[in-house]
């Protein structure tokens, strides 16, 4: 049993999807989790993950708009200040120890992978529901929670001299946790909400997608060595 289990419509999304374990498991995670990965890809991966986290805040701005109660604005307000306040801080922290300044990163051109991701996002958004956009959001907000969690508790990860433990402990921490819980735990509302059962064949196909797309957006890193 993971740390989301005890929820309902993720583990479904998540035990559904094909592409899931190649995505919290691709050889980029194994290169992070052993300390093999090249640094060059890390880098390129570190710059195309600040421009993703821009568009990422901007489809809860999309989900605000979407929403059609007062929790539902709250939860997308919590959702762009957890991304804007809490990871894209802990980002430009994080890469300024890899030699990359926010400037630097804003004025990268974006990868293939990167708009494929970020605009299928914005995508769904507008032309589904909150719930949609919710679920396109999924591997990315607790799959990078799953990823750290796993990375963090997994016996066979290098500590010692491993360049990305603090990568690991930034999505394995109390900072990062509490917002992959609580983007499962809207789901679940969601899900109860917005006609629940009927709509599983769609949303898993949403959410087999976009884990298709994240996976892909690994492979960008090594492909940049």
């Given amino acids: 049993m993971t740390y989301l289990d005890d929820l ?3 583990p479904r999304l998540r035990a559904a999807s094909p592409s899931w374990e190649s995505y919290v498991a691709h050889p980029f995670v194994t290169g992070i989790r052993d300390g093999s990965l090249p640094e060059a890809a890390f880098r390129h991966y570190l710059g195309q993950d ?3 986290l821009i568009h990422f805040a901007r489809a809860y701005a999309l989900a605000a708009y979407k929403a059609d109660t007062l929790a539902d604005i709250r939860d997308a307000a919590a959702g762009m200040s957890a991304i804007v306040d809490t990871e894209m801080a802990l980002h430009v922290e994080y890469c300024a120890g890899w030699g990359l300044t926010e400037a630097e990163m804003e004025a990268l051109p974006e990868a293939s992978a990167t708009m494929a991701y970020t605009r299928y996002v ?5 032309q589904g529901d909150l719930l949609d ?5 999924a591997p990315c907000v607790i799959g990078y929670g799953e990823i750290g969690a796993r990375l963090a508790s997994d016996p066979v990860t290098k ?3 491993n360049p990305y433990a603090p990568w690991i402990d930034m999505y394995a921490g109390e900072d990062y946790q509490p917002v992959a819980r609580a983007h499962a ?12 059962r ?26 940049a060595r």
Avoid: N, P
């Avoid at 914005?122 to 507008?126: F, Y």
């Avoid at 956009?133 to 959001?137: D, F, G």
């Fill in 185 to 196: 735990e809207i789901l679940d509302r969601l899900w109860t909400r917005r006609a629940g």
């Fill in 133 to 137: 956009l919710y679920v396109a959001l």
């Fill in 122 to 126: 914005l995508e769904k958004g507008h």
């Fill in 198 to 223: 009927e709509r599983m064949d769609e949303l898993s196909r949403v959410f087999e997608q976009a884990s298709r797309l994240e996976a892909d957006f690994w492979q960008m890193g090594l492909d």
């Fill in 159 to 161: 500590r010692d001299g």
């Fill in 8 to 10: 309902e419509l993720f």
């Fill in 50 to 52: 600040y421009l993703f």
